[in-house]
């Protein structure tokens, strides 16, 4: 990988977490490692790797982060995922149906 390579991978995914601060990010609670496990465990939420099951195609790539919140009384998995092009989508998933709710 060279320099430049690592240089954009790195400003995108800058940009990706970026993109999640902000008057949105005010609004959610994000759980801690114990908590994410206990709501897996209790059946709130899908694991991580089941919900992501349900990215369309185009909504596809590595995610770059990855944090289960609380919004409004819900459970949703807020994900970044940057394509093979370098494109960095936003996606909000229903932690308990794998149900995508948005995706920017």
Known sequence: MTVATTFAKTGV???GLAMFAGPAAAQVNCLNPADRRAAVAGGQALPLAQAQRNL???QRGEVINAR???????????LTVVDRRGKVTRVRIEANTGQVVQVR
């Open 56 to 58: 369309r195609p185009e």
């Open 13 to 15: 995914i800058l940009f």
């Open 68 to 78: 289960l919140c609380r919004a409004g009384g819900n459970l949703l998995y807020l």
